[in-house]
């Protein structure tokens, strides 16, 4: 069974984000729902990863390792999250050594007492967790005037209760085809270099051995032109390695990506997972 981790952004037991969560992890589905429970975590210094890194820490980064995903529900706090919620989240991001968040799918949903359902909160969510590298579900679940609607913890409004069974539904469609092979995956073993024109991945030395050239309109759009390994390089997996690295930054920065390199065209048929990202 899949494993989802859930982060609930108020520290409230009564809080409407835990009622919206509780009804949307209950919905039918072949998804097993496991709350992440990060109240107990010291906040984020980089110091104590040198030395005595905080068992805290350690036991919520081993618990995020064993979801498949992640849900998150969370009410808006003074025109963003929560700050219990981005510590968690800046717990995780920390390579120890392993990745935790990277490629990993979420969905986010965000609540508030007035009409716009939390949406600034939800749209800084969604920078925050590309930023992480982890693959957003990209949709836009705000839910507005909840204690009306979560009144008695259940969902009084139909129209709500319909979107949601077909979101959850979506949510799993998405964790399930959202599974990367392990090429796929970032690799950051190799550093890179980036400005308008060309993404480069750098050996240990700061030399460039791979190059893919780009273009930018002005639609948000990167265009691949062209991508080349030094030929001492080649037979390594670097040209599938700087194509990974673009994605994900494409990705986090909200971007698409037209290929008029036959390489990263052939890339885009075995990574179908990029298929939302690419136009032409």
Known sequence: MVKVGVLIGSLSKNSYSRKVANYFTKLPSDLQFIELNYTILPFYNPDLERENTPLEWQAFRQAADEMDALLVVTQEYNYSLPGGLKNALDVLSVPSPNQHLMGKPVMVITDSAG????????????????????????????????????KNGENNDQKLAKRLQQDI?????????????????????????????????????????AIAVLKNDQNKTMIIEEVTVKSNYRGQGLANKIMTTLMWLVEGADWQVKANCPFAKSYFETHPQFSNLVIG
């Open 169 to 209: 539904k979506d949510f799993e469609y998405f964790i399930r085809e959202s599974s990367f092979p392990q090429q796929a995956c970032i690799d950051l073993a190799h550093n890179f270099t980036y400005h308008p024109g060309e993404l480069a991945l750098l050996n240990n030395k700061g030399d460039k051995i």
């Open 115 to 150: 009409e716009k359902g939390g949406l600034i909160a939800n749209a800084h969510l969604h920078q925050v967790l590309r930023y992480l590298g982890m693959k957003v579900m990209n949709c836009t679940i705000a839910i507005g005037n909840v204690q009306s609607v979560f």
